[in-house]
Structures are given as structure tokens and as C-alpha cells.
């Protein structure tokens, strides 16, 4: 049998994301490979007593169908939430999707085509480059420096469709944009008439000081934002959402209903029932409580162990550190080695989505002891000095 698949069909390469979330589960491995929360961080109660509650109070909304934009009181909450961080965007812009993860397609669906641009930081999050290949688009390397896309040059992607942007801690590289380059990017980003996409699953997991007000605070017209409750909450739950300006919004909304109707009811009540009295202020103090202890030990055990050729920052928030080796160094080519010796990361070269370097590697510092950090920190650098 020959089938006769989509001309992008073969651009659908999900191959790393997949070893990842398999690395990440094999028994008596150190993985610094995953992007998961730590399990310990799951309000495993909270969200019990909620789904008792949800399915004693309201067993019919729940189960039944439901509108595609997504449960309007959860609308109301991601509007007010948006409002403290000084972002507006009504409740009728709003779209529960499944996972930010979705957000992304469908700005992908909604804006992207063969040959028309995209502009992306360089490295970014590799499942977002997974989405938006297939859809033919050809990628332009916004140009950055530290503190993330450079204002100045912005003219030279001008042509985009839209730019992506991750300001908070930013996967994989950890940066986080301060909050005059942030004004600086959206205000020259409206000049030129460039949408902005900033992806934010990872703003409410700071260790040092809270970042600055969104991007899309500047400019919400020019600004889609996407939201999760993956890393505070569980991303096993899949909810998450979309802020879109109003002229575009109904496209997100038609293509999400086509996509799967709406997001899981349940799970929608479920979350909102959960952090509408505030459960979240508490629980994320702890959650970054903990994080910043495996932050620090990550950083302690790379000071201690990693070659003085290599390069990295300390995050002052999210997932993971970003190490960079001297130009040759195969970091793709040692990945099965250290995997036997037992310890996991993600090439670097993941990340890019034109020309990869092999020269870097993403850790993540989350779901690992901070005994399996030390230990795993010292495997790598024995194997990369
Ligand atoms: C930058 C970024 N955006 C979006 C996502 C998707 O998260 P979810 O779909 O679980 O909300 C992730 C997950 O790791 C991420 O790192």
C-alpha cells in the first residue's frame, strides 16, 4: 500500500520531544532531560476535593459538551488574573485550549504557510519549532543579544507573520527579558505592524524577583498570549489558554472547534474550582521554594565539576540551566554515551530551528534530587572534559 500523505507529512518530526519523555521514565537513569514538573509539587488534594465537588455540585456541565471558547467562569479568572499583571484582554478574548501546547498550533494553523516567515529566537523551545514546521513556514532568526530580541533590529524580520517570543525564563536558554527591552520590543514591534506571540507558561516560577509585566501589556492589539496551568498546577490536566485580539480571536475559535470540539469539561471546572479563592498564591511560594533549592544546586555542581570552557548563566526562574562547550564539541553525538553512563539532557541542537550548533545542552533541574543533580552534573562534565 502507498499512501499518499500531505506534502508536510515528513516536517511532523516529534522524534526528540518523544526520547525526551521516554528518557525521562527509564529506571536507574539520571534524567536532566525533561521538561516535566516535579510530582512532589502536585496539589494532589486540592484537586481531588475540587473534582468531588465539581461532580457532586454540577455533574452535567461537566460530563456534557461544552462551548469551544471554554468555561466562562475559567475565562473570567485567566481575564482578572491577566488584569493583576497589568494585561487586558476581556473574557470574550480568551480561549481554553488543551495545554498552551495547542495555543501555539493554533497560531501556527491560523497564521503560518508554505514560504510565509516566522520569526523565532534562536535557540527556542523545541516543540513549538515541531508545530510550526510542518506547516511550511520558513523560519528567520530574530536578532538577540542577552536580554533577548534586540528593538533596533527588529525591521529586519519586520516581513514575519508574527515573532515568538518566550520573555520568562525561557526554554531552553533560561533568559529572562528585562522589563525596558520588553517595553522597547512591543513598542517597535507595533511600529512595524509585527504580531507577537509571548508564550508565558514559566512566569510564575521565579527564585529571585517576580518579572516584569508581560509584553503584551504595552500592546494587547498587537500581542496573542498564551497561558498554562501545566507547570503550577498538573500538566497531565492539559488546560491552558489563548488571549487573542479581537479581529483574530474567531479564527483561533473556529480552528479549535474543528481541532476537538472544546477543551475536557471536567478538567476545566476542575481547574477553576481550584484556584478561584486564591490556592494558587500559596502553593506556587512552595513550588518555588523548592525549585530554587535545585536551582541552586545545579548551579553549584556545574561551578564545581564543568570544564572552564564551559559557558552557562544561573536562571533566576524556571526549568533549566543552558550550558554551552567550545565550538566541535559534539554534545548530539555524546548524548548515547551518556545515557549508558546514566545520566540524560537534551542536545542543544534541539532547539534551533535553522543551522544548529552542536555545542550546547539543555538540564533540567526539576524533577531530579538534588543528590541526582550532583551526581549527574559530575557524569557529564568526566564525559565532556
Ligand atoms: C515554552 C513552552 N511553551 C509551551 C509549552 C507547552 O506547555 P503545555 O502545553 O503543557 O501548557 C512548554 C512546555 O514545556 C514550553 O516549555
Known sequence: MSWKLNCHADLMEQAMTRKILAMGAAPGLISLAGGMPAPESFPVAQI???????????????????????????????????????????????????????????????FLEDGAKLAVETPTYLAAISTFRPTGCDFVDMPCDCDGPIPEELYKVADARFAYVIPNFQNPAGLLISAKRRRAIAEAASELGLPIFEDNPYGDLYYDNEPPAPLAAVDPENTIYGGSFSKVLSPGMRVGYVACPKPVYKYFLNLKSAIDVHTNMLNQMIVHEVVKDGFLDNHLESVRSRYKVHRDAMAQALTKYMPKEAAWQTPSGGMFFWVTFPEGTDCTSLLDEAVKRGVAYVPGEAFYAIDPPTNSLRLSFVTVSVEQIDAGVKMLAELLS
Open 48 to 110: 481531588k476535593e475540587a473534582a468531588g465537588k465539581v461532580l457532586t455540585d454540577t455533574p452535567a456541565a461537566a460530563l456534557q459538551y461544552g462551548v469551544s471558547d471554554g468555561y466562562m467562569p475559567l475565562r473570567e479568572w485567566v481575564s482578572q488574573d491577566l488584569e493583576k499583571r497589568g494585561v487586558h484582554y476581556a473574557p470574550d478574548q480568551i480561549l481554553i485550549t488543551n495545554g498552551s501546547q495547542q495555543a501555539i498550533s493554533l497560531a501556527a494553523w491560523v
